[in-house]
């Protein structure tokens, strides 16, 4: 019985340490999406348990409950292992061929599956759920809206993650130009400078400010039942 009685500590001992781990992790990530939501945000992410027996297709969500303000995001634990590995490191090799590419001669067929691309996706990907699914708690419910205003604050996610600004520029580029592989409705038209999605039309810059900037502070979406303007 006695080594029975050992397991159980051990097993015990290793969920508590997982558990600290990921609330730890939970509560950087909650200050990195209240400060992109403009209000107190919650970051969920998925347990071990959770993941085993998951079988939905997605890498973050919000709910949008009935005549409630959503208040938490949940990310699946890929997700939030990634971008803990990303905010822990002290510097990030895997954006650095990014930033020797020239963005206009990229090509989505030619280039998705380059050695730079698959090198760079998973830090990229990560920075743009946990800012798509901050601007969902800001109000917008529309997922081409808010995958828009996600891409134009990837380089501030990304700074503030311990990025530099090169780096969140450069990633900002790639997670644009990989727009045309998501679904249809996770695309618009109005996403480019200029467009009905440009946060900061008056500049030319996109799809991120130099310096990165959050979205205006008066932007909230309609899911909030507050008025928005810029």
Same mark, same amino acid.
């Not at 939501?37 to 085993?52: G, I, K, T, Y």
């Given at each position: 019985?006695?080594?029975?009685?050992?397991?159980?500590?051990?097993?015990?001992?290793?969920? $508590?340490?997982?558990?600290?781990?990921?609330? $730890?992790?939970? &509560?950087?990530?909650?200050?990195?999406?209240?400060?992109?939501?403009?209000?107190?945000?919650?970051?969920?992410?998925? +347990?071990?348990?959770?993941? /085993? !027996?998951?079988?939905?297709?997605?890498? #973050?969500?919000?709910?949008?409950? *009935?005549?409630?303000?959503?208040? &938490?995001?949940?990310?699946?634990?890929?997700?939030?292992?990634?971008?803990?590995? !990303?905010?822990?490191? +002290?510097? &990030?090799?895997? /954006? *650095?061929?990014?930033?020797? =590419? *020239?963005?206009? *001669?990229?090509?989505?067929?030619?280039?998705?599956?380059?050695?730079?691309?698959?090198?760079?996706?998973?830090?990229?990907?990560?920075?743009?759920?946990?800012?798509?699914? +901050?601007? &969902?708690?800001?109000?917008? $419910?529309?997922?081409?809206?808010?995958?828009?205003?996600? =891409?134009?604050?990837?380089?501030?996610?990304?700074?503030?993650? #311990?990025?530099?600004?090169?780096?969140?520029?450069? $990633?900002?580029?790639?997670?644009?130009?990989?727009?045309? #592989? /998501?679904?249809?409705?996770?695309?618009?038209?109005?996403?480019?400078?200029?467009?009905?999605?440009?946060?900061?039309?008056?500049?030319?810059?996109?799809?991120?400010?130099?310096?990165?900037?959050?979205?205006?502070?008066?932007?909230?979406?309609?899911?909030?039942?507050?008025?928005?303007?810029?």
């Amino acid at each position: 019985m006695k080594w029975a009685a050992a397991l159980l500590v051990v097993v015990v001992a290793a969920w $508590a340490w997982a558990r600290h781990g990921r609330a $730890a992790n939970e &509560h950087a990530l909650a200050t990195v999406a209240s400060e992109l939501a403009a209000r107190d945000a919650h970051v969920r992410c998925q +347990s071990f348990l959770a993941e /085993l !027996f998951d079988v939905q297709s997605r890498d #973050g969500e919000v709910p949008f409950p *009935d005549r409630r303000r959503p208040d &938490h995001m949940y990310l699946t634990r890929t997700t939030c292992r990634e971008l803990e590995r !990303f905010r822990s490191a +002290s510097a &990030h090799p895997e /954006l *650095d061929c990014l930033l020797t =590419i *020239d963005w206009p *001669d990229w090509d989505f067929a030619r280039d998705f599956n380059s050695p730079c691309a698959e090198k760079a996706r998973r830090a990229t990907q990560a920075s743009t759920i946990l800012a798509h699914e +901050s601007m &969902h708690l800001r109000g917008f $419910a529309d997922e081409a809206q808010a995958q828009c205003y996600a =891409i134009q604050e990837v380089a501030w996610t990304v700074v503030r993650l #311990g990025g530099t600004r090169a780096e969140g520029a450069a $990633a900002a580029e790639f997670a644009l130009a990989q727009q045309p #592989g /998501l679904p249809s409705e996770y695309q618009s038209g109005a996403c480019r400078s200029g467009g009905g999605l440009d946060l900061y039309p008056k500049t030319n810059a996109f799809p991120t400010e130099d310096p990165p900037a959050l979205p205006p502070p008066r932007l909230y979406g309609p899911a909030l039942g507050t008025p928005f303007g810029r």
